[in-house]
């Protein structure tokens, strides 16, 4: 089945530890999404590939960074974690504005 | 400020017991507005997408309805199963599929 895949599911690092998630999908999707989302919120948009123009949400961290190398992969870097990066964080692929297919999420845990 | 609210934010149902959840939005240019079903530790599921006033999709026991100022997904006979975080979110970009979420309801159907 096409889907989308985040590796790793668990993700614990010590404060400050520069930390990379991973998204994958097999939908051929041209736009990839980021999303965080802390316990009982709403996702959070931090930034998203339309093909390969990244664009960045006004009230995202510089400390957030991201790398879509190819269509099919997309990469999450949080340079020096603090603890309030602890959240799960969320990849999504549609296809222009078509409805998002979510992954399951990577869980971020700062020590 | 383009916003969207969701109500109420807990509901607990007895199995076959019908109701309506809530979301109330203000975006300037309205392109869509979905509906996710997400799980304890999984992504968000995509359930609906509504284009204009008036509009209605079903899928089993639930139907997503649309006005100009809020949706309404009404969920007639609930099961256990039905259990979950539902989200509303609105579509605010004509090219990609950005979009705002609401913090959702978690609804709890007991048997």
């Known amino acids: 089945d096409a889907m989308v895949i985040q590796n790793p599911r668990y993700q614990v690092t010590q404060f400050g530890k520069p930390v990379t998630l991973s998204c994958s999908q097999t939908?051929?999707?041209?736009?990839m999404y980021w999303y965080q989302q802390k316990s009982s919120q709403a996702p959070k948009l931090l930034f998203h590939y339309y093909d390969k123009d990244f664009n960045n949400e006004a009230d995202t961290p510089d400390n957030f960074q991201s790398r879509r190398p190819n269509t099919s992969f997309c990469f999450l870097d949080i340079r020096s974690p603090g603890l309030g990066d602890a959240a799960m964080y969320l990849c999504?692929?549609?296809?222009?504005?078509?409805?998002?297919?979510f992954g399951d999420g990577t869980r971020l845990s700062i020590l | 400020e383009d916003q969207v609210t969701q109500s109420p934010e807990a509901l607990r149902l007895q199995e076959g017991e019908s109701s309506s959840l809530n979301c109330s939005y203000t975006v300037s240019g309205l392109r869509g507005l979905f509906w996710y079903r997400q799980d304890p530790g999984k992504g968000p599921e995509f359930l609906f997408t509504?284009?204009?006033a008036g509009e209605e999709k079903e899928k089993e026991r639930l139907k997503a309805t649309l006005t100009k100022k809020e949706s309404f997904l009404h969920i007639t006979a609930p099961k256990p199963e039905d259990s979950a975080t539902y989200l509303c979110?609105?579509?605010?970009?004509?090219?990609?599929?950005?979009?705002?979420f609401g913090q959702g309801t978690t609804l709890q159907v007991k048997p």
């Open positions: 509504l284009y204009s």
């Open positions: 999504a692929t549609s296809r222009d504005s078509q409805p998002q297919h």
């Open positions: 939908l051929n999707h041209n736009v």
């Open positions: 979110a609105v579509q605010y970009s004509s090219n990609t599929g950005k979009l705002i």
